[in-house]
């Protein structure tokens, strides 16, 4: 049982390259969340996801694309990499409960630099 | 507008220095109060949850408890492997936000021998 899993763990963009982040989860979850980390800031949502074929925008989406295609993963898309972009990116999972959401799970989550 | 707030941002203690960390918010509705703790390097991991007034839950050496404005994080007898970032969130019951986490920035302890 892995939990969350995230890959890459580290990346270097130039300005306006792309890429894709991919998170796994094994624990059947229905809820799957990504987020940023800056210094001095709170974790953010970027996008998040109820359930398989489904996503939604959090607190900070532009930039941004999310695609849940299978229930187990979880990608975030950046189509032209901006400076502004440079974070640590955490993927989470959580199940649902009596119409909430239940102890998001964090994977160990992916920096990226764009230059 | 839904806010939670970290003190201190960083709190040095020294082994067996007990102390707390708190956490307080404004929100609209609680639905439920989580602590996590975050090491360098590495993704939250999930300490408690706490859902009503008065509540309290204990893990080792942390003891987190809850009010209608705020939690502490209390740590008895702190040793160095207890230092790390904890962070605090909130999870709201009504607006726009749909039960999703509101994180505070969390606060470094750091416990020397």
């Known amino acids: 049982n892995a939990g969350v899993t995230q890959t890459p763990k580290f990346r270097v963009l130039k300005t306006g390259q792309s890429m894709t982040l991919l998170c796994a989860q094994d624990?059947?979850?229905?809820?799957m969340y990504w987020y940023r980390q800056d210094p001095g800031m709170g974790l953010r949502l970027i996008h998040y996801?109820?359930?398989?074929?489904?996503?939604a925008k959090g607190e900070v989406p532009d930039g941004y694309n999310v695609s849940r295609l299978k229930k187990q993963n979880f990608l975030l898309g950046l189509e032209s990499a901006a400076p502004s972009q440079t974070s640590v990116y955490f993927c989470?999972?959580?199940?649902?409960?009596?119409?909430?959401?239940?102890?998001?799970?964090f994977g160990p989550g992916t920096r990226l630099l764009v230059l | 507008e839904d806010q939670v707030t970290q003190s201190p941002e960083a709190l040095r203690l020294q082994e067996g220095e007990s102390s707390s960390l708190n956490c307080s918010y404004t929100?609209?509705?609680?639905?439920?109060l989580f602590w996590y703790r975050q090491d360098p390097g590495k993704g939250p991991e999930f300490l408690f949850t706490?859902?009503?007034a008065g509540e309290e839950k204990e893990k080792e050496r942390l003891k987190a408890t809850l009010t209608k404005k705020e939690s502490f994080l209390h740590i008895t007898a702190p040793k160095p492997e207890d230092s790390a970032t904890y962070l605090c969130?909130?999870?709201?019951?009504?607006?726009?936000?749909?039960?999703?986490?509101?994180f505070g920035k969390g606060t470094k302890l750091s416990v020397k021998p």
């Open positions: 989470a999972s959580s199940q649902q409960a009596w119409g909430y959401q239940e102890t998001q799970y």
């Open positions: 624990m059947n979850h229905e809820y």
């Open positions: 996801s109820v359930g398989e074929g489904t996503t």
């Open positions: 929100v609209s509705g609680l639905r439920g």
């Open positions: 706490l859902y009503s």
């Open positions: 969130a909130v999870q709201v019951i009504y607006g726009g936000s749909q039960g999703n986490l509101i």
